[in-house]
């Protein structure tokens, strides 16, 4: 039966499969719960309300794991399926997955032998973020010290197709397995080892830090923009030896709710994407290197200024909200940061994505922080029915302080999952890191590389980067 839910939810339904015929009752409550718990985080990371692709209408029936259907019209998806023929040199063997404004496809280059990852944009996309990636995959600028430069990915090749949907730029990358979002979609427990955490979180600031350096801020940090390299050499397979270890294309017919017949101008077939991944908790050390990806955000702030943030609302940096009129700054990464480590250490969002909306957040953050700046708290009138004037919750239970949070989301899931809890004296460090990366005011936050030399990075998470480094 076709199922009506998008695209987060898929692994979530395999999981259950799965988890029905393994665990015990009181297990399964718990799994249930977390899944549930993480089902909306997912749903809040990836929801990008005002980056609004403009099609709201329902023509097509909806199919799990794929992308809109409505968006195969004219400015949208170019028509694209298994077996083409791309440039005259990469066949496409398998889907990797989409977003609002692409297909990506792996494919065989033809020149060279090897699989290559194809982000085949929407006519309608945003054409500066490949001049960004570019820039920083080629800057000579500080690059000889930069590590974190190995984290963004290079531009193999980039061309444009024509179709009847409009000119769609095409950008060619290195497969990775998957994103930190879909790990974490992808286990039970939503989890990352202590050890793959920090070598993450390392590699994560390592690589905002060079993407400041340069000159960027990446206006769209989250874990789902995190992306996992593939632990083996996919080249040394063949095209059949891939189908054979990771399974064949799959496709699902697409049929419109009025009968009426597809237009030419899209597949008759949709293409579900391939797995490559491993659920979160699964991952070992040397499987912990990041691709930091989509640049669709990003902007140079001495050449453009920005004000509105598209970050999902549970890492959008408040000044977003309560400084309108003044323009994002590195310092807003940092915010959204700070936030994205939280998940990559935790099991959920520090700030609770289930039903959230611009208040609910702002409560959060609150309940968790303290008080706003007065010249915010004054501002925000959604503080009345949920606080006192000097900021004690009122008309809520629970309520959730930092350490709570702390306990709930990342040391008790550790300790239920048989995983350490994290020690004393390295919870303080990660406290104090975090807490001044979430200060509500943007200039009272580190720069990326100053958190490189706080205690936590110096002493826990590059040390553990530095593992795979020499692997
Ligand atoms: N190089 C790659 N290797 C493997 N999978 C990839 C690669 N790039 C992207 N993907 C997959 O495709 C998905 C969508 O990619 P991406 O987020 O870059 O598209 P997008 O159109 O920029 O999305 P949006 O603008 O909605 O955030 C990713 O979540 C990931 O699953």
Same mark, same amino acid.
């Given at each position: 039966?076709?199922?009506?839910?998008?695209?987060?939810?898929?692994?979530?339904?395999?999981?259950?499969?799965?988890?029905?015929?393994?665990?015990?009752?009181?297990?399964?409550?718990?799994?249930?719960?977390?899944?549930?718990?993480?089902?909306?985080?997912?749903?809040?990371?990836? $929801?990008? $309300?005002?980056?609004?692709?403009?099609?709201?209408?329902?023509? #097509?029936?909806?199919?799990?794991?794929?992308?809109?259907?409505?968006?195969?019209?004219?400015?949208?998806?170019?028509?694209?399926?298994?077996?083409?023929?791309?440039?005259?040199?990469?066949?496409?063997?398998?889907?990797?997955? %989409? +977003?609002?404004?692409?297909?990506?496809?792996?494919?065989?280059?033809?020149?060279?032998?090897?699989?290559?990852?194809?982000?085949?944009?929407?006519?309608?996309?945003?054409?500066?973020?490949?001049?960004?990636?570019?820039?920083? @995959?080629?800057?000579?600028?500080?690059?000889?010290?930069?590590?974190?430069?190995?984290?963004?990915?290079?531009?193999?090749?980039?061309?444009?197709?024509?179709?009847?949907?409009?000119?769609?730029?095409?950008?060619?990358?290195?497969?990775?397995?998957?994103?930190l979002?879909?790990?974490k979609?992808?286990?039970?427990?939503?989890l990352f080892?202590?050890?793959v955490a920090r070598a993450l979180a390392?590699?994560l600031?390592?690589?905002?830090? #060079?993407? %400041?350096?340069?000159?960027?801020?990446?206006?769209?940090?989250?874990d +789902?923009?995190i992306?996992? =390299?593939?632990?083996?050499?996919?080249?040394?397979?063949?095209?059949?030896?891939?189908?054979?270890?990771?399974?064949?294309?799959?496709?699902?017919?697409?049929?419109?709710?009025?009968?009426?017949?597809?237009?030419?101008?899209?597949?008759?077939?949709?293409?579900?994407?391939?797995?490559?991944?491993?659920?979160s908790?699964?991952?070992?050390?040397?499987?912990?290197?990041i691709?930091?990806?989509?640049?669709?955000?990003?902007?140079?702030?001495?050449?453009?200024?920005?004000?509105?943030?598209?970050?999902?609302?549970?890492?959008?940096?408040?000044?977003?909200?309560?400084?309108?009129?003044?323009?994002?700054?590195?310092? @807003?990464?940092? =915010?959204?940061?700070?936030c994205t480590l939280w998940n990559i250490i935790g099991?959920?969002?520090?700030?609770?994505?289930?039903?959230?909306?611009?208040?609910?957040?702002?409560?959060?953050?609150?309940?968790?922080?303290?008080?706003?700046?007065?010249?915010?708290?004054?501002?925000?009138?959604?503080?009345?029915?949920?606080?006192?004037?000097?900021?004690?919750?009122?008309?809520?239970?629970?309520?959730?302080?930092?350490?709570?949070?702390?306990?709930?989301?990342?040391?008790?899931?550790?300790?239920?999952?048989?995983?350490?809890?994290?020690?004393?004296?390295?919870?303080?460090?990660?406290?104090?890191?975090?807490?001044?990366?979430?200060?509500?005011?943007?200039?009272?936050?580190?720069?990326?590389?100053?958190?490189?030399?706080?205690?936590?990075?110096?002493?826990?998470a590059?040390?553990?980067?530095?593992?795979?480094?020499?692997?």
């Amino acid at each position: 039966m076709r199922s009506l839910i998008s695209p987060p939810f898929r692994p979530f339904q395999t999981r259950l499969l799965h988890l029905r015929s393994t665990s015990s009752k009181s297990q399964q409550t718990q799994h249930y719960q977390n899944q549930i718990r993480g089902l909306f985080c997912t749903a809040a990371l990836t $929801s990008h $309300s005002p980056k609004d692709d403009g099609y709201s209408g329902h023509l #097509y029936e909806p199919i799990e794991g794929v992308e809109k259907l409505e968006r195969y019209r004219v400015g949208g998806y170019p028509s694209v399926t298994i077996g083409d023929h791309i440039h005259n040199r990469y066949q496409v063997v398998q889907k990797l997955g %989409h +977003g609002a404004y692409s297909t990506i496809w792996l494919a065989r280059d033809q020149q060279y032998g090897k699989y290559v990852a194809i982000k085949v944009c929407t006519a309608d996309s945003n054409p500066l973020e490949f001049n960004i990636l570019s820039e920083l @995959s080629n800057s000579q600028k500080n690059s000889s010290i930069s590590l974190g430069k190995t984290m963004i990915p290079s531009i193999l090749d980039r061309f444009e197709i024509q179709g009847p949907n409009g000119t769609h730029p095409c950008y060619v990358t290195i497969p990775a397995r998957m994103s930190l979002s879909e790990a974490k979609d992808a286990s039970y427990n939503r989890l990352f080892p202590l050890d793959v955490a920090r070598a993450l979180a390392a590699q994560l600031v390592l690589a905002v830090e #060079y993407v %400041h350096s340069q000159g960027f801020v990446h206006g769209d940090l989250h874990d +789902g923009n995190i992306l996992l =390299w593939l632990p083996f050499d996919l080249n040394q397979l063949s095209v059949e030896e891939l189908y054979k270890n990771y399974g064949e294309p799959e496709f699902e017919a697409i049929r419109r709710f009025d009968g009426q017949p597809l237009p030419p101008n899209m597949p008759s077939q949709a293409v579900l994407p391939i797995w490559l991944g491993e659920p979160s908790d699964k991952l070992k050390l040397p499987e912990a290197k990041i691709l930091l990806k989509d640049f669709g955000e990003a902007f140079s702030p001495t050449k453009q200024q920005k004000f509105e943030s598209h970050t999902p609302l549970v890492g959008r940096p408040p000044e977003a909200r309560f400084e309108p009129h003044k323009p994002l700054s590195f310092l @807003s990464d940092i =915010w959204s940061l700070g936030c994205t480590l939280w998940n990559i250490i935790g099991q959920s969002s520090l700030f609770d994505g289930m039903f959230a909306t611009e208040d609910s957040i702002t409560c959060e953050q609150v309940d968790a922080l303290g008080i706003l700046p007065p010249e915010w708290w004054y501002k925000w009138e959604g503080r009345h029915s949920r606080f006192t004037e000097d900021g004690k919750p009122i008309n809520r239970a629970p309520y959730r302080s930092w350490e709570f949070r702390f306990e709930q989301d990342i040391q008790e899931p550790r300790q239920r999952e048989g995983m350490p809890r994290i020690e004393p004296a390295e919870r303080d460090a990660i406290f104090k890191m975090l807490k001044s990366m979430l200060k509500f005011r943007p200039e009272d936050r580190p720069s990326a590389k100053q958190i490189l030399e706080c205690e936590w990075m110096v002493n826990w998470a590059l040390p553990e980067y530095e593992k795979i480094r020499r692997i």
